[in-house]
């Protein structure tokens, strides 16, 4: 199958033979795989990077210098420097690897927090942050008696800028999405990473969703900090990356200590290791940090920005064959080039689960609930919607297979 | 497969709730959602001579919870307390016609018995047992 409007053309089926699950039947059909932006599925290349990993090169990693430990630490380390490269970080010592996501915000607020918060100070984050960009900063503004100010966006996700401006006045951190992971809503994180600075904010972007579907190019967003998921870009669950600006990152304190981020330990005190160690306690999740090193390859061999072309185009049709479902309300910007391939829609009065669970009786995998952003959810005047979420194995037959189910729907429930 | 949850009798309730609604100054009454978002049932009670003299339930969410929360009304109106004591999981899914529900899917179904069981205790002053709590929401 030939994407058509790409100058790049490739094969959906040639990508999707990588994939060992796609390849799996559900129910009697086809998996059609559309929770994406919950997780994505892994190509063989990782899978037997993890393998071969415990199969020829365990061990643990910097202390020990035998064989196996120097062959492990290179391979973990060569990661880093592969990520450096992915996002246009400048140094290696800016990139820290934490479990997920989460836990790279989480670091992030704590520190940032313990470091340049004082009561009375203000945090600002957007209407439509995922949870784990607004529940660590809500939470550490209350330990702070500090104030969380939350920025308003309108239907289509879009960030009022005069009451962000207002908002962002005397504030002392800005944290934003770049990727709505409901309405799918792409920011202009590069302006709104200068209104942050504009305004002496320290700027924390949420890269979790927007890292894995479009190109970044962190000198150009200029944030101070970037969270980044490898499982949402065809890596390993149990790693994550945060980037922060190495004079940031040398300022903040750690946030969890013990082994590996010290220098030097002494009955009463203790002295850092250098950056990024410094925010790497214990043992890392070290095959699977090796793993994302092979889903970084993959991701890099076919091209970022064929990534994003490949889902403008599926988003446009799926858009086109969604809206002509009767009762069918989509939610987000309607036009393909500002959401990313993210989709989430209500079905008249039937409800997300019940969407959700005919979908997948017919072999399609979307996901239903409130996507860890309540917030949003409650601006929308909606508890749960379903949403449907592609990626670079996904084509137009996942499409028909989508609305096809949406219609069985209709026939079961209304 | 997954189209055996949506049984005949399920669709029915869900499309023509039976005890639907509020009572004027209830005995008892308790409120939850389900973990799996988006679900909320309330189950109000009133009592009389030692039995359910009528029951209530109201709500949003999926045809799961919702057709099971009225299944229940049913079940439980017109019985005995010690009768609406014994009323478990199994009874639940029995009368539900068995469906055919998954891990993730039989919290919607059992949302209503945690609730309506949480209302019971309430008005008899007692508190759910451990196992009680567990086996009403797994």
């Keep these: 199958m030939l994407q058509e409007n790409s100058s790049r053309r490739f094969s959906i089926d040639d990508i999707r033979s990588d994939f060992p699950v796609l390849a799996r039947r559900i129910h009697g059909k086809r998996l059609v795989y559309l929770d994406n932006a919950a997780t994505t599925q892994k190509p063989r290349q990782v899978i037997n990077r993890i393998s071969d990993y415990y199969e020829n090169h365990n061990s643990n990693i910097h202390r020990s210098v035998h064989q196996l430990a120097d062959e492990a630490t290179e391979a973990f380390e060569v990661t880093r420097d592969k990520v450096k490269s992915f996002v246009n970080a400048k140094r290696r010592e800016e990139i820290v690897f934490t479990k997920n996501a989460t836990e790279a915000l989480n670091l992030a607020a704590h520190s940032i927090c313990e470091r340049y918060l004082k009561a009375g100070d203000s945090i600002v984050v957007t209407e439509m942050e995922h949870h784990s960009n607004f529940v660590p900063w809500q939470q550490l503004a209350k330990k702070h008696h500090a104030k969380l100010e939350i920025a308003s966006i309108d239907d289509e996700g879009k960030v009022n800028e005069e009451e962000l401006e207002i908002k962002l006045n005397g504030a002392k951190v800005f944290a934003f999405t770049c990727m709505s992971n409901v309405l799918g809503t792409i920011t202009d994180a590069k302006r709104l990473s200068a209104l942050g600075h504009k305004h002496n904010c320290i700027v924390v972007a949420d890269g979790a969703q927007s890292a894995p579907h479009m190109p970044t190019d962190i000198q150009e967003i200029d944030c101070d900090f970037f969270a980044l998921s490898a499982h949402k870009m065809l890596g390993p669950t149990g790693v994550g990356c945060l980037y922060g600006k190495r004079d940031l990152l040398d300022e903040i304190p750690p946030f969890l200590f013990g082994g590996d981020m010290i220098k030097q330990v002494h009955r009463d005190e203790t002295q850092w290791n250098e950056l990024p160690w410094k925010f790497e306690a214990g043992t890392s999740n070290i095959a699977d940090v090796i793993g994302f090193s092979a889903a970084i390859d993959y991701l890099t061999d076919f091209g970022m920005a064929r990534v994003f072309e490949h889902e403008v185009d599926l988003g446009r049709i799926a858009l086109e064959e969604l809206q002509k479902i009767d009762s069918i309300e989509i939610f987000g910007p309607m036009d393909s080039s500002k959401k990313g391939a993210v989709i989430s829609f209500n079905l008249g009065q039937v409800h997300p689960h019940d969407v959700a669970s005919i979908l997948d009786s017919e072999g399609v995998a979307i996901r239903s609930g409130h996507h860890c952003a309540q917030v949003l959810m409650e601006k929308m005047c909606v508890t749960a919607t379903s949403r449907a979420s592609f990626y670079l194995y996904n084509g137009e037959d996942d499409i028909q297979a989508l609305c096809d189910g949406l219609k069985k729907v209709k026939e079961v429930l209304t | ?138």
């Design chain 2, 1 to 138: 497969m997954s189209s055996d949850m949506y049984k005949e009798i399920i669709l029915d309730y869900y499309r023509n709730p039976r005890n639907r609604g509020t009572i004027d100054s209830p005995d008892s009454k308790a409120r939850d959602s389900n973990p799996l978002c988006g679900d909320v049932v309330e189950m109000q009670l009133k009592f009389s001579e030692g039995k359910v003299s009528d029951i209530k339930f109201s709500g949003d969410g999926c045809a799961i919870s919702q057709a099971s929360a009225s299944m229940l009304t049913e079940l439980v109106m017109g019985k005995a307390v010690d009768e609406v004591r014994k009323i478990d999981k199994t009874l639940l899914l029995e009368n539900l016609g068995s469906p055919n529900l998954g891990a993730v899917r039989i919290k919607c179904a059992l949302l209503p018995l945690k609730v309506m069981k949480t209302a019971l205790y309430d008005y008899l002053g007692e508190k759910m047992t451990l196992e009680e709590d567990a086996s009403s929401s797994k």
